[in-house]
């Protein structure tokens, strides 16, 4: 079936270093790809997508690249905040018969930026 | 301010005992979700419904039943055939069924004692 890997937090930067959260997914045919975040004590939130290869989502200095060679969606930011102190999800989706809307969520990773 | 309402935001509960959490949305969304969050597993969805009067079953059902009587609400019924129900439960719903992009409660914790 179809799936999302993550790389394990926490990951612990300093403000102003360059982030990089690697997802990689598995999945038949053309899903689209989101990245979604959680701060502490909220719901989560959509940062970025990209529904087809190739495409560059980017939202709030965050950038992901959908590739599909390589089936990876990475999230980059070229200098962080303390604010982006966060929980990140990638995540996929697939139509399937029937419609629907449904996400495959990976683990998170659990981003803190320390001043 | 429109968003997506869940109550309670803590809930205890005793073993053998069913339990219902709230979900209301003043998005005019038409679908609506619900998902668990453990450490480590990410989110699984447990139920979703498209339209009112109508809902299909995720990856992770059973133990759990709701309902979609009125398009604004969704709530969830944990039971007592829930195995392991302590977790994080999250609301979502998107303004079809068919959009990717969900907006997500603030969620409930839920303990069972």
């Known amino acids: 079936g179809d799936s999302v890997t993550q790389m394990e937090g926490p990951v612990t930067l300093s403000e102003e270093a360059f982030l990089t959260i690697n997802c990689t997914y598995t999945?038949?045919?053309?899903?689209?790809l989101f990245w979604y975040v959680q701060y502490p004590g909220e719901g989560l939130q959509l940062l970025l997508k990209?529904?087809?290869?190739?495409d560059k989502g980017s939202n709030k200095g965050f950038e992901a690249t959908y590739r599909k060679e390589t089936t990876s969606f990475h999230l980059e930011k070229g200098s962080v905040q303390v604010s982006d102190s966060a929980v990140y999800f990638c995540?996929?989706?697939?139509?399937?018969?029937?419609?629907?809307?449904?996400?495959?969520f990976g683990t998170g990773t659990q981003l803190k930026v320390e001043l | 301010d429109g968003g997506i309402t869940q109550s309670p935001k803590y809930l205890f509960r005793k073993e053998g005992q069913n339990v219902t959490l709230s979900c209301e949305q003043n998005?005019?969304?038409?679908?609506m979700y619900w998902y668990r969050q453990d450490p480590g597993q990410g989110l699984r969805l447990i139920y979703y419904?498209?339209?009112?009067?109508?809902?299909q079953k995720g990856d992770i059902a059973e133990g759990y039943s709701v309902s979609r009587e009125k398009k604004e609400s969704f709530p969830l019924t944990v039971t007592s055939a829930q195995k392991n129900p302590t977790a994080f439960y999250l609301c979502?719903?998107?303004?079809?069924?068919?959009?990717?992009?969900?907006?997500f409660g603030e969620g409930s914790r839920l303990t069972v004692l």
């Open positions: 419904s498209q339209i009112v009067n109508d809902f």
């Open positions: 999945a038949t045919g053309y899903p689209s």
């Open positions: 979502a719903s998107s303004i079809k069924a068919n959009t990717g992009e969900l907006f």
């Open positions: 998005l005019n969304h038409d679908a």
């Open positions: 990209a529904t087809k290869a190739d």
């Open positions: 995540a996929l989706r697939k139509d399937f018969t029937g419609g629907g809307n449904k996400l495959t």
